[in-house]
T-cell receptor, first 115, second 110 residues
Framework: KAGVTQTPRYLIKTRGQQVTLSCSPISGHRSVSWYQQTPGQGLQFLFEYFSETQRNKGNFPGRFSGRQFSNSRSEMNVSTLELGDSALYLC??????????????FGQGTRLTVV | TQLLEQSPQFLSIQEGENLTVYCNSSSVFSSLQWYRQEPGEGPVLLVTVVTGGEVKKLKRLTFQFGDARKDSSLHITAAQPGDTGLYLCAGAQGNTPLVFGKGTRLSVIA
């Protein structure tokens, strides 16, 4: 079974530009979550999509947006990039567990550098 | 706001030593996961614990979920350099987002 695939792996952008990152979840997983990871802040939740609808949202500005397609693939977009957006962006596809919990499987991440 | 506190934040030990990493919260979770992450890669799921008091073993790693499902520990026996990495715990509750601790960065020196 293929894992979570994120593209691209590395990206260098200039301040003010926008960027789109892609995530293909594990087959059969309908939930996709996005996280930003920086050395100082750890893993910070951006948003979660389930069946093409945003189900949860973290505390990030509106410059960060996402969407999910009917095949569960997801994209996240960051507009008007700032230097502070440099981070490892992680996508996780999740499976609901019978007792109400969730098990998440991560992709390798996209390393975004804003210069 | 649910929070998960991990301790210690950093740990540097010699090969062959034992260690324990802790993950604590004041919130109750339906399940708790442990992940290991290497630099530049995504976290890899090691184990999920779901029942209070549950103990799971994965080779030299032993995971325990607290009786009240608020805390967990990860014990590594006879650590090896290959165990080096960032260990993250994450708590799950219904359809709310996973809550992650900030991680324990482990370095095992040969």
């Amino acid at each position: 079974k293929a894992g979570v695939t994120q593209t691209p792996r590395y990206l260098i952008k200039t301040r003010g530009q926008q960027v789109t990152l892609s995530c293909s979840p594990i087959s059969g997983h309908r939930s996709v979550s996005w996280y930003q990871q920086t050395p100082g802040q750890g893993l910070q939740f951006l948003f979660e999509y389930f069946s093409e609808t945003q189900r949860n949202k973290g505390n990030f500005p509106g410059r960060f947006s996402g969407r999910q397609f009917s095949n569960s693939r997801s994209e996240m977009n960051v507009s008007t990039l700032e230097l502070g957006d440099s981070a490892l962006y992680l996508c996780a596809s999740s499976l609901a567990l019978g007792h109400g919990g969730t098990e998440a499987f991560f992709g390798q991440g996209t390393r975004l550098t804003v210069v | 706001t649910q929070l998960l506190e991990q301790s210690p934040q950093f740990l540097s030990i010699q090969e062959g030593e034992n260690l324990t990493v802790y993950c604590n919260s004041s919130s109750v979770f339906s399940s708790l996961q442990w992940y290991r992450q290497e630099p530049g890669e995504g976290p890899v799921l090691l184990v999920t614990v779901v029942t209070g008091g549950e103990v799971k073993k994965l080779k030299r790693l032993t995971f325990q979920f607290g009786d009240a499902r608020k805390d967990s520990s990860l014990h590594i026996t006879a650590a090896q350099p290959g165990d080096t990495g960032l260990y993250l715990c994450a708590g799950a509750q219904g359809n709310t987002p996973l809550v992650f601790g900030k991680g324990t960065r482990l370095s095992v020196i040969a």
